[in-house]
């Protein structure tokens, strides 16, 4: 079982950054892969970025590709999501999820946070 909490959220302006943290209980968090998905209101749910147990293997939604970076630190329990030059489209709430393998896919997801909202203003 694993529990995650996420924090760092809040209003920026375009061009602004933000680092997201998202803190997991549980002795098994770094056998996991993580994930950050977000939605913003009446649009699915989407995938941000992805990275492997080892921090090694990330993966990146084109929308974010060179301006987010995803990161983990095993020992603190904790998973990253720096976010620089921010962008009104990146307005949503932000959600982390654990998983087995790395994925871009919602689905194979075990666990999710309750989420933290990033508001970008123009």
């Known amino acids: 079982q694993v529990q995650l909490v996420e924090s760092g959220g809040g209003l920026v302006q375009a061009g602004g950054s933000l680092r997201l943290s998202c803190a997991a209980s549980?002795?098994?968090?770094?056998?996991?892969?993580m994930g950050w998905f977000r939605q913003a209101p009446g649009k699915e749910r989407e995938f941000v970025a992805t990275?492997?147990?080892?921090?090694?293997?990330?993966s990146y939604a084109d929308s974010v590709k060179g301006r987010f970076t995803i990161s983990r630190d095993n020992a603190k329990k904790t998973v990253y999501l720096q976010m620089n030059s921010l962008k009104p489209e990146d307005t949503a709430a932000y959600y982390c999820?654990?998983?087995?393998?790395?994925?871009?896919?919602?689905?194979?997801?075990?666990?999710w946070g309750q989420g933290t909202q990033v508001t970008v203003s123009s």
């Open positions: 990275i492997d147990w080892s921090g090694y293997s990330t």
């Open positions: 549980g002795r098994t968090f770094s056998t996991y892969a």
């Open positions: 999820a654990a998983a087995r393998q790395a994925t871009i896919k919602s689905f194979a997801y075990d666990y």
